[in-house]
């Protein structure tokens, strides 16, 4: 069964300094990986999408993550937080076997003045 | 524009009420799921569809039903077998297989008092 486990349920940076939101999986083949951002009361946007291409994926609004295989990790990064970043990002891996996805718990991005 | 409605945005009902929420997609996706999102916690799948009128459960589907009559739509029931039924629901979809990304809904919040 994939798994996937979000190291962080909080996160804090000031306005212009670097995003880092981390994520390891468990597969027991190459999966397929999302981050999705949420903003309160509202439905999920999908970031970036990782699936066996190149391992540093580019997604929207600035953020990036790369796919480690040896690590099993795949971190979410940006390099300049922006207040309107602020919300609730998921680490996503995909269950081919029922076809549907499996979520972390989620990590709440907090962007202090 | 092409999107997933889901209706009502907040729903108030009276606990051993059943009640359905909407889901409508006109993105003519061959996949649609059903998930629950609770505090602090990521979403946890209900039940999906991969074709019209055939479902499968995920992995909360007790007090829960589904039907899948139309392409287009997946209403979700939620029953008074559900025991704690007040949570954020959301509604997803997308072509076919776990690799393609998932569009969401903007969800229903239910309360049950």
């Known amino acids: 069964a994939q798994s996937v486990t979000q190291l962080d349920s909080h996160v804090s940076v000031s306005e212009g300094t670097p995003v880092l939101l981390r994520c390891n999986y468990s597969s027991s083949y190459s999966p397929s990986l999302f981050w999705y951002v949420q903003h309160p009361n509202k439905g999920l946007q999908l970031l970036l999408k990782?699936?066996?291409?190149?391992?540093l994926v580019k997604g929207i609004n600035g953020f990036e993550a790369e796919f480690k295989k040896s690590e099993t990790s795949f971190h979410l990064t940006k390099p300049s937080a922006h207040m309107s970043d602020a919300a609730e990002y998921f680490c996503?891996?995909?269950?081919?076997?029922?076809?549907?996805?499996?979520f972390g718990s989620g990590t709440r991005l907090q962007v202090q003045p | 524009d092409g999107g997933i409605t889901q209706s009502p945005k907040y729903l108030f009902r009276k606990e051993g009420q059943n009640v359905t929420l909407s889901c409508e997609q006109n993105l003519n996706h061959d996949a649609m799921y059903w998930y629950r999102q609770d505090p602090g916690q990521g979403l946890r799948l209900i039940y999906y569809s991969q074709i019209v009128n055939d479902f499968q459960k995920g992995d909360i589907a007790e007090g829960y039903s589904v039907s899948r009559e139309k392409k287009e739509s997946f209403p979700l029931t939620v029953t008074s077998a559900q025991k704690n039924p007040t949570a954020f629901y959301l509604c997803?979809?997308?072509?076919?297989?776990?690799?393609?990304?998932?569009?969401f809904g903007p969800g229903t919040r239910l309360t049950v008092l």
């Open positions: 990782y699936t066996s291409a190149a391992t």
């Open positions: 996503v891996v995909s269950d081919t076997g029922r076809r549907a996805l499996t």
């Open positions: 997803a979809s997308n072509l076919a297989g776990s690799t393609d990304t998932q569009y």
